[in-house]
């Protein structure tokens, strides 16, 4: 075992992406999925900060964009909370598959 | 030019934002008429200095582009075009709403503020050249729209419309994020040259990036098969959400995506063009044949718009087959010039006609709290005379029928791609022209159907009283008619408006 190197932030960040891909596929509860999205999403930060860190860290660039990340997780969070806690109030689910009020 | 100067459409338009919610969040009692208009006015000075900035452009001897705060923007004459479109249906909208918001479940003076958010996240995905900003303009649209598309906190099928636009534009926004991550990891840079640094470095990693993104585009830009959320929340979310939304977003969505394209084109990326022509044959497909099912007129266009998408997939198929090795570079970036030419006039023939249609099914819904299932429309030529020619107009321009935009946008795409056919001999292009002509004509099916519903079925009994028309509603209407009708005899009139795309081609590759 060497010291930890950008492969290993990789294979990381890869099993994040994945894991999260398949819980936004599998799971049918709304909150689920909410964490499923963060995954994939905080997985492709931990992708930009360790692609920083070892291809050019001179430069700030994919710091900077995870920043930008974070606030966007943040925001897609209280939105989708928002609709989910008003989904609730009007039909007690929150799972995506009993949502279905529209199908022909 | 200065950094300000670029950036001023995106500040106008916040501001605006800002100063809505500031003066008119408070009073919640009774209809409000001013936030629209606040809207409507600051949308149309954002097109205004977005304008200013294009004479600027052409007044700078040669320069087709200015770059300006780190790269972050890049204005040419291709997004200066797409940004005009996407504020005039931000503008159109924001005026076809007034009547809407008049409702007792929508009446929160918060729609015009997120329209305009997302209008500047349009502004600024099509005037990136950046893949940080198309990211983050990406992104400032999408969490507005599911804000919209959820409006109606009341009503459940606007909020099942917001759930699954969620799911689905977050899924994708993580494909595509993962896809800018990868590409950063391979050529180390954000901006569109980095893209053809990877591209042309011919690594796994590379194309696992650009598939991330094709697929996060699909999604966005509902190409089947990733078009299933497309037709629920279309047909949940408000009815002006949903003219905005297959307009502007797609008018958007394309444009960013043809600069990603752009930036490959020549690099060894024509791998791809492989998998986005199976794309935009499906789409074409599945929507037209989708749309003859359907029962709910807004469920049909829903349909009708994925089905618009699959053609427009045509114009960045056509960048992608840019030849750099070609003894004749003329006629290579004539096809180019020609695509991206065609694709900017059908988008805006295609958003000004959807804009018209969805404000027509907006007032009759308004007017008859019925839903929008065919029997509402029927006898609409006895009832509301004015709607009903808005919606025959708008029936016949998306069918692609002369003498309206909608025919002349399809004919000059369609002629494009004819072109390409002819110069590459490629089965694809053949292939692509035979099923985009053959959709059109299944497409006149359910056009046409509107059609004779609203004039055939003379409504039993006595008319319904209805409230009055409201004046500026109809010059609404009578304008986006005329519009319509003189885009289709007059091209020139937005002609010339991307020959920027030449230079952006010598900058950006």
Known sequence: ?104 | MSDLSLAMPVILLTTGAIAVLLLFSKKREGANPYPPAVGAATAAAALVSLQITLGKLTSVAGAGSSTGLGGFMTVDRFGVAAATICLVATLLTALLATDWLKKADANNPEFIPVLLIAAAGMVVMTTTGNLVGMFLGIEIMSVSLYILSAFRRGNLRSIESGLKYFLAGAFASGLFLMGIALNYGVSGGFDMASLATASASGTMVSKVALILLLCGFAFKLSLAPFHQWAADVYEGAPTPVTGFMSTAVKVAGFTAFTRIVLALSGTGGSWLSGAMVWLALLTMIVGNLGALAQTSVKRMLAYSSIGHAGYLMMAPIVVLSYNAASPNLGVESRAIFLSTDAMIFYLAAYALTNLLAFGSLAFIETREGKGLDMDAIGGLRWRHPVAAVGLLIAMLSLAGVPPTAGFLGKFRLFGAVLDRASVTGETAFYALIAVAVLTSLVSLGYYLRVIMRMTMHEPEGEAPVLPPFSPAWRVLIAVLVVAIIVLGFAPSFLGGGVEGVMSFLRTGI
């Open chain 1, 1 to 104: 075992m060497g010291p930890i190197g950008l492969t290993h932030y990789l294979v990381v960040a890869a099993l994040m992406f994945a894991l999260g891909v398949a819980v936004v596929l599998t799971r049918r509860n709304a909150i689920a999925v909410l964490c499923g999205l963060e995954l994939m999403l905080n997985a492709a930060a931990l992708n930009f900060v360790a692609f920083n860190r070892f291809g050019s860290p001179e430069r700030m660039d994919g710091q900077v964009f995870t920043v930008f990340i974070m606030t966007l997780a943040a925001a897609e969070a209280a939105t989708i909370l928002a609709i989910v806690l008003n989904i609730y109030h009007s039909m007690n689910t929150v799972r995506v598959d009993e949502v279905d009020s529209m199908k022909e």
